[in-house]
């Protein structure tokens, strides 16, 4: 039940294709679902972050769609360039928590020119 | 831009050794955290901290874990007997918010602990 879980595990786009990534949870106790990228040798980094009253939340290049009945969200990256090449996380918080997330298995993403 | 800074970046151990990694928390950050990831896995939430006292632990924080604010900048994490198993990269986040609020989490680079 407090598992997040991610798909793809890995992903090859071309340049300015678009990336989509899964993940789909079981406890309707989340009430935050951010993304995280991590680059190699780095921290992950808060890229994108949506509540479960909102369908969609668009930042730049980058969208979370949100399925509060399918207990899924997915991220997707438009016009995906080879700088976007990353691991990428979902995540859930608990309400009410101390802001514990669970971290879902990451997606490496590659981007060719 | 402000930054979790982490030291040492990467650190070798021998079984049974204490094993101390230090975090720097951006400065009016008041909700400290450490992550660990274990190669090739996902990142995993060890413990959150708040107000000089842990708030919050999963699991994997057992007896040989204990986490310390020393002074009013560093945030400790110790290891008092390393096992194998501890090997991961071990990340220290910090949040300007906390409890039932959402909070960005920043996170510092990491430190690799190496077990052998």
């Known amino acids: 039940q407090q598992q997040v879980k991610q798909s793809p595990q890995s992903l090859i786009v071309q340049k300015g294709g678009i990336s989509i990534i899964n993940c789909a949870y079981e406890?309707?106790?989340?009430?935050?679902f951010p993304w995280y990228q991590q680059f190699p040798g780095k921290g992950p980094a808060l890229l994108i972050a949506?509540?479960?009253?909102?369908s969609e939340k668009k930042e730049g290049r980058f969208t979370i769609s949100f399925n509060k009945s399918a207990k899924q969200f997915s991220l997707h990256i438009m016009d995906s360039q080879p700088g976007d090449s990353a691991t990428y996380f979902c995540?859930?918080?608990?309400?009410?928590?101390?802001?514990?997330?669970?971290f879902g298995a990451g997606t490496r993403l590659a981007v060719h020119p | 831009e402000p930054e979790v800074t982490q030291t040492p970046s990467h650190q070798v151990t021998q079984m049974g050794q204490e094993v101390i990694l230090r975090c720097v928390p951006i400065s009016n950050h008041l909700y400290f955290y450490w992550y660990r990831q274990i190669l090739g896995q996902k990142v995993e939430f060890l413990v959150s901290f708040y107000n000089n006292e842990i708030s919050e632990k999963s699991e994997i924080f057992d007896d040989q874990f204990s986490v310390e604010r020393p002074d009013g900048s560093n945030f400790t994490l110790k290891i008092r007997s390393t096992k194998l198993e501890d090997s991961a990269m071990y990340f220290c986040?910090?949040?300007?918010?906390?409890?039932?609020?959402?909070?960005?989490?920043?996170f510092g680079e990491g430190s690799r602990l190496t077990v052998l």
């Open positions: 995540a859930a918080r608990f309400s009410g928590g101390y802001n514990k997330l669970i």
């Open positions: 406890n309707t106790a989340f009430d935050y």
């Open positions: 986040a910090s949040s300007e918010l906390g409890r039932g609020r959402t909070g960005e989490l920043f």
């Open positions: 949506i509540r479960p009253d909102v």
